[in-house]
């Protein structure tokens, strides 16, 4: 008799069990899968360049986005499926100042403890079509002034102080993006290495 309680305590607290996992085990099924936008679409600083990496070590505490001064840190959510509750950036919204507050509270190595100028969320690009400077549309130079790493990030370019120019010093940050008052954004973050990356000359 005492056997039959124990083995029915035994299968009750299994049976809790799979029900308390089971949300977690459903989530990237009732969030289905979005493609990553090619441009604008950030880690934060100090995220493993593997997306699969940084997702897997993610542990989603959301300790980043709390810290994170200008809140610039979200969080997917229904759009996520195994990446829900992983942090990202959306310099549209808001840039990342580069305080580096999510590297220091990260629990696990998702984040990364890296100086300023070794930080690598992308590298900003401008369309020059765009670009009021560029097109002779006005003056601006809202990008140059607002970048946290100064001249060996952004510059303009040389004999015409108007039109900006994006250096190899450059790590991404987006606040570029977040300032720019040309409402199609005409600058904007891509990976480093990827193959739609204008050439930036002086």
């Given at each position: ?15 809790l ?31 493993l ?19 994170c ?107 570029c ?26």
């Open positions: 008799m005492k056997r039959r309680g124990f083995m029915r305590k035994i299968v009750a607290g299994a049976v069990l799979a029900a308390a996992a089971l949300p977690y085990g459903l989530s990237p099924l009732l969030a289905p899968g979005r493609v990553a936008p090619r441009r604008n679409y950030l880690r934060p600083p100090g995220a360049k593997n997306d699969a990496a940084f997702v897997a070590a993610c542990i989603g505490c959301g300790l980043c986005g709390e810290v001064p200008p809140r610039c840190i979200l969080f997917h959510a229904r759009d996520g499926a195994v990446k829900v509750n992983t942090p990202y950036v959306d310099p549209e919204d808001k840039g990342c100042i580069l305080c580096n507050k999510c590297m220091e509270v990260c629990p696990t190595e998702a984040l990364i403890m890296t100086p300023r100028d070794k930080i690598d969320m992308g590298i900003a690009q401008i369309d020059r079509d765009a670009c009021y400077p560029w097109v002779d549309k006005g003056i601006c130079g809202a990008c140059v002034s607002i970048c946290p790493l100064g001249a060996k990030a952004i510059t303009f370019k040389l004999w015409n102080q108007y039109r900006p120019v994006i250096l190899d010093g450059c790590v991404g940050c987006g606040l993006v977040e300032v720019c008052p040309h409402p199609s954004v005409p600058i904007w973050v891509i990976d480093r290495t990827s193959e739609s990356r204008a050439e930036q000359t002086v």
